[in-house]
C-alpha cells in the first residue's frame, strides 16, 4: 500500500495507547473521588462521559472501506499468532510495527514468502 497506511498504522497504535491511557486515569480519579458513593454515581460519571466523548465524533459517514477496525476485532487481531516466517507463533501484539508495515509495503515478496 502507500505510505498513507504507514502514517494510519502508527498514528492508530499511538492513539490506542493515548485512550488506555486517558481511560487509566479516569477509572483510578473515578476510584478515588467516588470511594465513599455508590455504583449509581460511578455509572452516571461514565455515562457523561460517554456523551461527552459522543460530542467528538464525526457526524457524517464514513464510507464503510475506510472504516478502521473495532476495538473489539483490534484485540481479536493481536491475539492471533504469526502464521509464519521468524516470528512464527508469536502473537500478532508482540509482532513489531515495523515488520507489520513491511509485510503491507511488499505485498508480492510478501506472496512469494507464504509460497
Same mark, same amino acid.
Not at 491475539?79 to 504469526?82: F, G, I, N, S
Given at each position: 500500500m502507500t505510505r498513507t497506511f504507514k502514517l494510519h498504522i502508527e498514528?492508530?497504535?499511538k !492513539?490506542? $495507547?493515548l485512550a488506555h491511557e486517558v481511560h487509566? !486515569?479516569?477509572a483510578s480519579e473515578v476510584q478515588i473521588l467516588l470511594k465513599d458513593l455508590d455504583i449509581t454515581h460511578a455509572k452516571h460519571f461514565w455515562e457523561c462521559l460517554s456523551e461527552l466523548i459522543d460530542e467528538h465524533l464525526? $457526524? *457524517?459517514q464514513v464510507p464503510v472501506k475506510e472504516l478502521p477496525m473495532t476495538l473489539q476485532e483490534v484485540r481479536r487481531f493481536e491475539? *492471533?499468532?504469526?502464521p509464519y516466517g521468524e516470528l512464527r507463533g #508469536?502473537? #500478532?501484539r508482540n509482532v513489531p510495527v515495523e515488520r507489520l508495515l513491511w509485510?503491507?509495503?511488499h505485498p508480492q515478496e510478501f506472496a512469494k514468502k507464504l509460497k
Open positions: 498514528d492508530n497504535v !492513539l490506542g $495507547k487509566s !486515569l479516569a464525526p $457526524k *457524517e491475539a *492471533e499468532t504469526m #508469536i502473537d #500478532i509485510y503491507d509495503e
